[in-house]
């Protein structure tokens, strides 16, 4: 099992949890996620944006606003599918935008 901490967590394209953990299975699926609300131990901060999707593999498009991104990463599945975490990399905060640096690693 690994726990990851962020600034903002993504779990639909309608908005997102401020101050989360995400925690992982072995396997890499999502177990679980909820407030961080005190300092863990075994818990990795890596702010910035985790997005939690149905699907294993995923890039941003050349020129892709972040919203048009949501959309397409949160697409509708079943409710026993398997879900990810991802990490964006180099992501602007503040305008909640992708930067020309921004990328995408599967935690």
């Given amino acids: 099992m690994r ?3 962020c600034h903002y967590l993504y779990v639909s394209a309608d908005g997102c949890y401020s101050k989360y953990v995400v925690e992982l ?11 961080l609300k005190k300092e863990l131990s075994a818990t ?6 985790i997005i939690i999707s149905p699907m294993y593999g995923l890039e941003i498009c050349s020129g892709e606003k972040f919203a048009d991104f949501l959309h397409r990463a949160m697409l509708e599945t079943g409710c026993e599918q398997p879900v990810y975490a991802w990490h964006i990399a180099d992501f602007d905060l ?3 935008e992708f930067t ?8």
């Fill in 3 to 5: 726990r990851f901490a």
């Fill in 25 to 35: 299975e072995d396997s890499g699926r999502v177990r679980a996620y909820f407030p």
């Fill in 44 to 49: 990795q901060w890596i702010g910035g944006v």
């Fill in 94 to 96: 503040p305008g909640k």
């Fill in 100 to 107: 020309t640096g921004s990328r995408l690693v599967r935690l």
